[in-house]
């Protein structure tokens, strides 16, 4: 299965919204994870089962979607959010596919 | 709390070999699969191989099948990744994950910070 995300780069200023998408190539249900990741950082788990908020995770970071296309949203966006963000099916056991990443500035 | 510590990453000539080990503290290590992630530097994210909690299941990705091995040792909670033939393309970031609580499919709560594997002459 590929993952595909789009943008590859999105510029928001602080406060404002985020919309990241990410296609499945074919159908993962609901098996799909989102993770952030800064430089020099392991990735965080913000979303599992496309839209269960991670122990931890501020309420801003929500998920959606089913089937081949999922939206990770982040509602306000804030200096500290700036990373990239991965996609990730677990539906097709036992490989998982990531997505290429979206990265997200602040502008 | 839960800590997962990768070592054994250096600089290997292609084809030689090398053996990765995951050190996992603060959970019941034989109860969780544990995975294996890697990313090329300045790349994305690449899943590489899955063992079972039992060890009775090992998968790998079609670009190591063969030529990696992935085992555990849950006496001393660790997981260790053996790799021969290796190629400049698995120059990366080796990180052992495991699936949140416990199940066959999810997202990863835990991640090592990594291992660099450089493959080079």
């Known amino acids: 299965i590929v993952m595909t995300q789009s943008p590859a780069t999105l510029s928001v200023s602080p406060g404002e919204r985020a919309t990241l998408s990410c296609r499945a190539s074919q159908s993962v249900s609901s098996n799909l994870a989102w993770y952030q990741q800064k430089p020099g950082q392991a990735p965080r788990l913000l979303i599992s089962?496309?839209?269960t908020r991670a122990t931890g995770i501020p309420y801003r970071f929500s998920g959606s979607g089913s089937g081949t296309e999922f939206t990770l949203t982040i509602s306000s966006l804030q200096s500290e959010d700036s990373a990239v963000y991965y996609c990730q099916q677990y539906n097709n056991w036992p490989t998982w596919t990531f997505g290429q990443g979206t990265k997200v500035e602040i502008k | 709390q839960v800590q997962l510590v990768e070592f054994g990453g250096g600089v290997v000539q292609p084809g030689r070999s090398l053996r990765l080990s995951c050190a996992a503290s603060?959970?019941?290590?034989?109860?969780?699969?544990m995975h294996w992630v890697r990313q090329a530097p300045g790349k994305g994210l690449e899943w590489v191989a899955v063992?079972?909690?039992?060890?009775?299941?090992?998968y790998y990705a079609d670009s190591v099948k063969g030529r990696f091995t992935i085992s555990r040792d849950d006496s001393k909670n660790t997981l260790f990744l053996q790799m021969n033939s290796l190629r400049p393309e698995d120059t990366a970031v080796y990180s052992c994950?495991?699936?949140?609580?416990?199940?066959?499919?999810?997202?990863?709560?835990?991640w090592g910070q990594g291992t660099l594997v450089t493959v080079s002459s």
């Open positions: 603060g959970f019941t290590f034989s109860s969780y699969a």
């Open positions: 994950a495991r699936v949140g609580g416990g199940r066959v499919r999810g997202g990863y709560d835990y």
């Open positions: 089962d496309a839209s």
């Open positions: 063992m079972s909690y039992d060890g009775s299941k090992k």
